[in-house]
């Protein structure tokens, strides 16, 4: 069975009426991004954090996946499908989708603020009292600027493995997700599905730019892949 990498961003989830995170105009809901997504502003100011994060949480509750993250499911009847994704969002688990990598966290967990390994599903809102066992509070499991991506050395892994790459509803501009794409084969052909395609920088690959949204080109790469096998 042939193996699917797909890499995805705010765009697939913003279709599921799940607010991105990041405005027009850079902010975060209103917030500074270094206010509520760095070590800094967490220490400067944890019920802000806190608040922001869980505001996010219930809003995660009101969505449902939509018709892109369902065919993405549906694919591993063929394929073998790994996602990739730059979302905090269960969107991709909620449809069905079997392997989902998480490279910036999730929402739906907490971690210990002094023992990155203690990881709890976390369902509600989290204040400050939360702690783990050694009495430490709990942060949001978010990979926040300026730290660490865990994922990343097994996201490498599995895109060097590809035979198809899709990329949807993310430009790619952000690193360290961006540098993904270079280590797919060249060989390798790359589907791009976006309403707004930005221009992906240095790829060798064969690129077939699908622009739509995820919805409706979802089922257009389906049919795509289909025919090549």
Aim: aromatic share 6%.
């Amino acid at each position: 069975m042939k193996k699917l990498v797909v890499l995805t961003g705010a765009g697939i989830s913003a279709e599921s009426g799940l607010k991105t995170f990041r405005d027009a105009d850079g902010l975060w809901e209103g917030h500074n991004v270094m206010d509520v997504a760095s070590p800094e502003g967490w220490y400067r100011n944890t019920a802000l954090v806190l608040d922001f994060y869980n505001q996010r949480r219930r809003q995660l509750h009101e969505v449902k996946p939509n018709h892109g993250h369902i065919v993405l499911a549906e694919l591993e009847k063929d394929f073998d499908v790994h996602i990739i994704t730059q979302n905090v969002d269960n969107l991709h688990e909620q449809a069905g989708s079997s392997k989902v990598l998480h490279l910036h966290g999730e929402l739906l967990k907490v971690r210990s603020t002094k023992n990155e390994e203690y990881i709890l599903d976390w369902n509600h809102d989290l204040v400050l009292g939360d702690v783990d066992d050694k009495d430490n509070q709990l942060r949001p499991h978010i990979v926040w600027f300026g730290e660490m991506v865990p994922a990343l050395e097994e996201a490498i892994t599995i895109i060097e493995q590809a035979d198809y790459v899709a990329v949807i509803g993310t430009s790619l501009q952000v690193y360290p997700a961006a540098s993904l794409m270079h280590y797919a084969i060249p060989s390798v052909p790359v589907f791009y599905i976006d309403p707004r395609p930005a221009s992906i920088n240095n790829l060798q690959n064969q690129l077939e730019i699908i622009a739509m949204n995820a919805t409706d080109g979802v089922p257009l790469l389906r049919e795509k892949l289909l025919k090549r096998e």
